[in-house]
């Protein structure tokens, strides 16, 4: 993951939840940053594993990579499911056939969902499931000759 997206991601979510902020104890003692809360997070999210192997990689418990685990995907929702986390519109779906367009991938949406057309994927995708019902943003593109008014 780029640095600068990282810590677009990491901002936003201790700007949204406090539990990510560093605080001091009673005794003086530094806890843990939002840094390595966000980065154990991220760990298991990518890896698809554990708190109890992340645990030793970012130096905190396993209940606190799972708490981190928990408080980050909530903020993340929260923080960045407007903008990213919502149905395509006719616009991104104009931009995504432009930029293939220029790509010479004209009609290709890309790989929506990361499911790399995996079958299975695409069967339990949600992303799927409104085009399937045959509802999707109305967008005109043609391909081999034949005319498409949905993306």
């Not at 990213?84 to 930029?99: H, I, K, S």
């Amino acid at each position: 993951m780029a640095r600068h997206l990282f810590n677009r991601i990491q901002e936003g979510v201790v700007a949204h939840d406090p539990y990510f902020e560093c605080e001091t104890d009673a005794l003086g003692k530094r806890g843990f940053s939002s840094y390595q809360k966000c980065t154990a997070a991220i760990h298991m999210l990518a890896y698809g594993i554990p708190g109890d192997l992340v645990d030793e990689y970012v130096r905190m418990s396993e209940s606190t990579c799972l708490l981190s685990l928990y408080n980050f995907c909530k903020a993340v929702v929260a923080v960045f499911g407007p903008e990213y986390l919502r149905q395509p519109n006719a616009a991104d779906t104009e931009r995504l056939l432009a930029t293939n367009a220029a790509r010479v991938f004209p009609g290709m949406l890309g790989s929506i969902d990361c499911s790399h057309n995996d079958t299975n994927m695409l069967q339990s995708s949600p992303v799927f499931a409104r085009p399937a019902e045959g509802h999707s943003p109305p967008v005109n593109f043609e391909i081999n000759g034949h005319q498409y008014n949905k993306g």
